[in-house]
């Protein structure tokens, strides 16, 4: 089993910053992937960034530029740094962990855009 605490989130102005963490803690592989998915109101689920212990980013389009996704593995901690913040990214941020024995999500923490 793997449990994710996270941190991070609120509101904020557009174009302001925010930082999320999610600290990653019980049987952990060498090989995992931690990244951060979103949901809106009315929306699907949808990744926004992941990186894997090897180092493999994927981020969304729609973040590229914006966002930057880093982890600290001796922590395994990942951290999501938001800049440039639009209303279009108001959501629930869920942290994710994955690696071969299992899929594991955080609690979400919300994020608010005001324009």
């Known amino acids: 089993q793997v449990q994710l605490v996270e941190s991070g989130g609120g509101l904020v102005q557009a174009g302001g910053s925010l930082r999320l963490a999610c600290a990653a803690s019980?049987?952990?592989?060498?090989?995992?992937?931690m990244g951060w998915y979103r949901q809106a109101p009315g929306k699907q689920r949808e990744l926004v960034a992941r990186?894997?212990?090897?180092?493999?980013?994927t981020y969304a389009d729609s973040v590229k530029g914006r966002f930057t996704i880093s982890r600290d593995s001796a922590k395994n901690t990942v951290y999501l740094q938001m800049n440039s913040l639009e209303p279009e990214d108001t959501a629930v941020y869920s942290c994710?962990?994955?690696?071969?024995?299992?899929?594991?999500w955080g609690q979400g923490t919300q994020v608010t855009v005001s324009s």
């Open positions: 994710n962990f994955y690696q071969p024995s299992g899929n594991y």
């Open positions: 019980g049987s952990i592989f060498n090989f995992n992937v």
């Open positions: 990186i894997s212990s090897i180092g493999t980013i």
